[in-house]
């Protein structure tokens, strides 16, 4: 899920640019710990391989992403601490859930077919980004083209894995529910912040309709608590 403006592209400027390569690493290297998960887990030694290669490439697209991001901060000094790269924020962000991975939840039919489908969308995304750091920063854009190669390959292989072990019209009735809720999540997250100028205020109304009765609550807590120490007897402590 990547934070990448539809419209005024032109106006999309070095510290967004930054933004949105902070958040190609951080998806991949929460995929880099899916996998090696995965690899842990599977029985299946060539299956364990391929997700360690898998992984391995999710890494290496992370520290390219990291250091493209950090080559631009330092070039035009950027501050801004939310620019880091901080693993628990991985799980905040929801690229990783504390609740468990995604092979544990997942059939590995469905878990093949869930990393190909969302291998696609984020190749598509990776793709319009790679156009336009092409224009502006030419010297940096080759690095990006050769994650888009490997992205295309794990889409690839994921949806022949996953054509394998499922018939075609199971396979096909999957692949768009997950298509859908893919295409549902990157909806989500690039509209999450103009959907916080719809949220924050009702949340904040909500605040200020309860605080009186919570101020009426305590205040008749606090009367009754001076009650009952008035009928305490003195004597009676000794």
């Known amino acids: 899920m990547f934070l990448i403006p539809k419209k005024n592209i032109k106006n999309f400027n070095t510290e967004k640019i ?3 390569l902070n958040e190609f690493s951080s998806a991949e ?8 998960f995965a690899a842990k887990k599977t029985n299946d030694v060539k299956l364990s391989i391929s997700f360690i290669k898998h992984c391995l490439d999710e890494y290496k697209h992370y520290s390219i992403f990291t250091k493209i991001k950090n080559k631009l901060r330092k070039k035009y000094k950027i501050n801004r601490k939310d620019l880091n790269f901080v693993s628990n924020q991985l799980f905040y962000k929801g690229y990783l859930d504390k609740n468990g991975f995604l092979f544990e939840k997942k059939k590995l039919s469905d878990f093949s077919l869930f990393i190909g ?3 696609e969308i984020a190749e598509k995304k990776l793709l319009k980004f790679y156009k336009y750091i092409q224009k502006k920063f030419p010297d940096i854009s080759s690095e990006i083209k050769d994650i888009l190669e490997d992205e295309q390959n794990h889409a690839h292989y ?3 894995f996953s054509k394998k072990k499922n018939n075609s019209i199971l396979f096909y009735i999957k692949f768009l529910k997950e298509k859908m809720f893919g295409h549902l999540r990157h909806f989500y997250a690039d509209r999450l912040k103009n959907l916080s100028f719809i949220f924050y205020p009702i949340l904040i109304f909500i605040i200020l309709a309860i605080y009186p009765i919570i101020f009426f609550l305590n205040l008749k807590n606090n009367n009754s608590d001076q009650n009952v120490m008035k009928n305490i007897d003195p004597a009676g402590l000794l």
């Open 18 to 20: 930054c933004f949105v």
């Open 29 to 36: 290297f929460s995929s880099a710990v899916e996998m090696l």
């Open 117 to 119: 489908v969302n291998e």
């Open 158 to 160: 994921s949806m022949n």
